[in-house]
Nanobody, 114 residues
Framework: QVHFVESGGGLVQPGGSLRVSCSASGSGFSMYAMGWYRQVPGEKHDLVAIIGVDSYTTYADPVKGRFTISRDNAKNTVSLQMNDLKPEDTAVYYC????????WGQGTQVTVSS
């Protein structure tokens, strides 16, 4: 079983950039497709980016062209570089498997506000 710890969130002004990271513990990380999700209060987890075992990437339309997902299998990490941030990107960001199991890490809060 793999567990995740997210970090790197914070407060940023609109148009700014932020990089969030996720560290995985457990075995077999390189064998899993990974995703970054985000959640606002009262809503479900929305999938925003996927990276496959071959590092193929796909993005949800709202973040396409602004966000970049990457992984380092040697370090068991997956990151999300977020550029040109907008207030509607404000959420708690999580990494998890594709598809996600029932358990989630603590997430990292990203707030985009002037």
């Amino acid at each position: 079983q793999v567990h995740f710890v997210e970090s790197g969130g914070g407060l940023v002004q609109p148009g700014g950039s932020l990089r969030v990271s996720c560290s995985a513990s457990g075995s077999g990380f390189s064998m899993y497709a990974m995703g970054w999700y985000r959640q606002v209060p009262g809503e479900k987890h929305d999938l925003v980016a996927i990276i496959g075992v071959d590092s193929y990437t796909t993005y949800a339309d709202p973040v396409k062209g602004r966000f970049t997902i990457s992984r380092d299998n040697a370090k068991n990490t997956v990151s999300l570089q977020m550029n040109d941030l907008k207030p509607e990107d404000t959420a708690v960001y999580y990494c998890n498997l594709i598809p996600p199991p029932d358990s989630w890490g603590q997430g990292t809060q990203v707030t985009v506000s002037s």
